[in-house]
């Protein structure tokens, strides 16, 4: 079974701190993705990798950066969170998909972050 | 363009019925599409998912769905609900093959499960 693994679970931060929210995947998948999710707002896209030190902006980049080293591995940083930045945040990964099969997303179980 | 459609943002249903959750879509490519599930607290998991191999896609936990391309939909049903089905259900749809930036999500479907 493909894992997306994200550390932390549960965050606490203050206004004005920098914070990393790091993901792997053990199935070398090309494709990472970070999203985050709020009531009402449903899933958005913040960035995504389609390989190492690649990156592209989703729908809503700002206040937030991305690290990919390796391929295993991205992480999303907060430069400097906000109360507004307070929400579920889902990494997920992906192959890249050139037939027909499709690009399965398989997500983590989320890491919740509260800004006070 | 693509777009998602979730028919019903709460579906209500009793232990034993049936569960249909309404999903339409648009995409000017022949799209993928998928169903997720989500638990509180917890990250999506995949259902099922249809890539043109064959309209009824079946998937875990008993759910099934069916691509209708004329109707554009693709509507997700079980026969009998259980109460460990009680969650969050997102449609998805992938437009461009190998294309990591076109997934559009619906906006979600609560089911409920009355005993």
């Known amino acids: 079974d493909v894992k997306v693994t994200q550390s932390s679970r549960y965050l606490v931060k203050r206004t004005g701190e920098k914070v990393f929210l790091e993901c792997v995947q053990d199935m070398d998948h090309e494709n990472m993705f970070w999203y985050r999710q709020d009531p009402g707002l449903g899933l958005r896209l913040i960035y995504f990798s389609y390989d190492v030190k690649m990156k592209e902006k989703g729908d809503i980049p700002e206040g937030y950066s991305v690290s990919r080293e390796k391929k295993e591995r991205f992480s999303l940083i907060l430069e400097s969170a906000s109360t507004n930045q307070t929400s579920m945040y889902l990494c997920?990964?992906?192959?890249?998909?050139?037939?027909?099969?499709?690009?399965?997303?398989?997500f983590g179980e989320g890491s919740w972050l509260t800004v006070v | 363009a693509q777009s998602v459609t979730q028919l019903d943002s709460h579906v209500s249903v009793s232990e034993g019925t049936p569960v249909l959750l309404r999903c339409n879509y648009s995409?000017?490519?022949?799209?993928?599409l998928f169903w997720y599930v989500q638990h509180p607290n917890k990250g999506l998991q995949l259902l099922l998912k249809y890539t043109s191999a064959a309209t009824l896609v079946k998937g875990i936990n008993g759910f099934e769905a069916e691509f209708k391309k004329s109707e554009t939909s693709f509507h997700l049903t079980k026969p009998s609900a259980h109460m460990s089905d009680a969650a969050e259900y997102f449609c998805?749809?992938?437009?461009?093959?190998?294309?990591?930036?076109?997934?559009?999500f619906g906006s979600g479907t609560q089911l409920t499960v009355l005993p």
């Open positions: 997920a990964s992906s192959y890249t998909s050139t037939g027909t099969s499709g690009n399965t997303i398989y």
């Open positions: 995409s000017s490519y022949s799209p993928s």
């Open positions: 998805v749809v992938s437009g461009v093959w190998g294309s990591a930036r076109q997934l559009t």
